[in-house]
């Protein structure tokens, strides 16, 4: 999984069958200094993450994992919303504070 | 999934069984500032997408959860037309007005 | 999918049992300028291609997909040779000749 | 599998069901020089890793076939502590002295 | 699948139980100039290769499909020795030879 940062959202009418329903958010990953960088993917949405959350994002057949996404054609999602992380002993994100 | 536009198609007569009848379409990712960049990619096409449109298309196992790509040896699909991007509040691109 | 060019082939005797009768194909991407280029890939061929002919490959599980790689340990497969190529409403490839 | 090592964790309280339990490590590629390279991924832990330590960690379907992740949406997994890796006869790593 | 050399392996004692008994081989690409280049990867052997052999790898699902790594959580797998690899005609390679 990625670290990455909804920044945005996708509205498609015309589209598979199997997609219906689904939430798609658009996500950038984020580097080691906490800045979004990477292209941007469209992931479902398991969690019900709005825009500015830092999540956790899956890809490949993993993605189809989730409740949501069992079946259907998409190859990445949203499976947790981060509350924190620690890297080499420091905060180096917490939910409240964002990037340190 | 990423965020595409279709740039041509690729016509094949001598092919395994299994991609008889799909449309093949040549597909390029777009980035931040709405261009298109890095490397062709050739989608199924499972929505009716035609030239200059901009879709969404998903690669690896996923590619063959859409009815019209199962069971086929295919890696990459266009599975929704976009109508609208919305990318921190703004909007970025929308169907009738293109890239903003 | 992506387009490309077979450049080459490679001959092994001592592999495992699954690769048996499988013939190996060098193949290397194809870019916009119509030039080989990026990584040679070793491609299973299911549809008979030749040395210097434009190809379609696939990767991942979907090559697995053809009757010739069903459960075998390939990653990727020929299984289309491309007849002819339009970008932007014009001919970008055809076989007869060759990228333009 | 790649060689990296963990040099932090992630916190999720809000997640999808399948990740409950799981712990979220967070793992950098380690290169020829024995530095940590490239980009953070975040991987579930199948062997009580613990931060600093060397492991082998596997992406795609293949990280979800530990006992601790099987059919849950996780793309990366760590599936084992490295003791030594040995490069061209010399030893590159052992557990008790680090990367020489 | 690619082309590689093993430049050496790795030892693990504390690991999920199923990669016990597999051999941890380390990989490194073959470019077009014979060499070496690119990140090094952890496959598992299926073939009896040595250190220093021209081998060739595969990635992903495909990589389970060997006798030795059915149902097991690893993403490379060394699954053909290489006796020779010609590219437009000339050899590239020859196992008594080397790179030409």
Redesign the interface.
């Known amino acids: 999984?990625?670290?990455g940062r909804v920044?945005?959202?996708?509205?498609?009418?015309?589209?598979?069958?199997?997609?219906v329903g689904l939430r798609?958010l658009?996500v950038q990953?984020v580097?080691?200094q906490g800045q979004t960088a990477g292209?941007?993917?469209?992931?479902a949405d398991?969690?019900?993450a709005g825009?500015g959350e830092v999540v956790?994002f899956?890809?490949?057949?993993?993605?189809?994992?989730?409740?949501v996404?069992k079946?259907?054609?998409?190859?990445?999602?949203i499976?947790?919303?981060?509350?924190?992380?620690?890297?080499?002993?420091r905060t180096?994100y917490r939910k409240e504070h964002g990037f340190v």
């Open positions: 999984m990625l670290i920044i945005g959202n996708v509205v498609s009418t015309k589209k598979d069958e199997e997609l798609l658009l990953g580097d080691k292209q941007m993917v469209v992931c398991s969690v019900g825009e956790l899956a890809g490949g057949s993993s993605a189809r994992q989730t409740e996404t079946n259907r054609p998409v190859d990445h999602v499976m947790a919303i981060v509350d924190e992380v620690t890297i080499e002993g180096f």
